[in-house]
């Protein structure tokens, strides 16, 4: 059984901490989960967001890595229009060098339309800009000279990795697919339904299959002795998470696996979020081909305290099932 986790670092008032003590704890966790065998850890970004999600995913990528020596990060998904390209790789390559090697990246054209009218970009630019920072990221991960908007340029120091981190490519539609396909190291789809076109094109360009899609549905668990008592107590959060992803996503009907709902029984309803003994999870694990456990420890703003009962559960009763 191998596991992940991911963080996002929503933190709405009624999580009743501040930002720097949630930074605190996911390095903690991070350090944590170093320890115990965790494969990998993923940030994301947004901007503006009213609950604090994550805005800058690299510098704190670089803090994760200073604490941890095996496990790999993934930057899930990078919103490439509001980077300038160089800048980004020059930062890119500085955490590479950091992580030594550790560091993969999703690059994303966004969504969400305040921050396009936050960073003044208009949503129309969203293909070519993944296109030039793509492009762009690939050359100067080459560690040579190339050229740029005209003009001949050289990102320095080169990457530690040769080669430098995989840029994959993130989305939810044909389009972003197929452009992942011509362009990317890989595809990785917010919704599995998708992942057809990315098969598609990837074949036509005389390409391998690259087989099934690699995501399933998006589920969260999380542990308790009492999974009553776990519900009553992590259910907002949970709640907090769906809502705000969905009103985002509702903007352009945009297709997800998050959707607002009306109350915390819908959501129990929906089986998205479950809370479950120990036991029930090492069942869950037992009967999947490939056990893997992709934990999000703070979801929605989970206070630290709670999402650490439910990481010491999965430390104590999970993973030695597996061992």
């Not at 040579?144 to 003009?151: N, T, V």
């Not at 530690?160 to 840029?167: A, E, L, T, V």
Request: glycine share 8%.
């Amino acid at each position: 059984m191998l596991f992940g986790l991911r963080f996002d670092f929503r933190n709405p008032d009624a999580s009743g901490t501040t930002m720097a003590e949630r930074y605190t704890a996911a390095l903690d966790m991070t350090e944590w989960a170093d320890r115990l065998g965790c494969v990998s850890i993923a940030v994301s970004e947004h901007h503006g967001s009213p609950d604090g999600y994550l805005p800058s995913p690299i510098p704190m990528l670089a803090a994760m890595a200073a604490r941890t020596t095996n496990v790999r990060f993934l930057v899930a998904a990078l919103i490439a229009p509001f980077h300038d390209p160089l800048r980004l790789a020059e930062d890119m390559v500085v955490l590479d060098n950091l992580s030594k090697g550790r560091v993969d990246l999703i690059v994303a054209g966004g969504y969400v339309h305040e921050e396009f009218a936050m960073f003044d970009v208009p949503m129309n630019e969203r293909p070519q800009r993944v296109t030039e920072t793509v492009t762009t990221l690939r050359a100067a991960f080459s560690g040579e000279p190339f050229e740029y908007r005209s003009r001949t340029v050289h990102v320095t120091p080169p990457p530690f990795r040769p080669g430098g981190p995989s840029i994959l490519l993130g989305g939810s539609s044909e389009p972003a697919a197929r452009r992942a396909a011509r362009i990317a190291d890989g595809f990785i789809p917010s919704v599995p339904e998708v992942w057809d076109f990315y098969r598609d094109e990837v074949q036509k360009r005389g390409r391998p299959d690259p087989g099934p899609s690699p995501i399933g549905e998006t589920r969260v668990v999380a542990l308790a002795e009492d999974p009553e008592t776990g519900w009553e107590q992590m259910a907002p959060f949970f709640l907090h998470e769906t809502n705000a992803y969905g009103a985002w996503q509702a903007q352009d009907d945009v297709s997800s696996p998050y959707r607002s709902v009306a109350d915390v029984d819908a959501l129990r309803a929906s089986g998205q979020y479950r809370v479950l003994t120990p036991g029930q999870y090492v069942e869950e694990l037992r009967a999947s081909p490939f056990p893997f456990a992709q934990l999000h420890p703070l979801c929605g703003g989970m206070p630290p305290e709670l999402a650490w009962s439910s990481l010491r559960l999965f430390e104590r009763e999970v993973r030695p099932a597996f061992e």
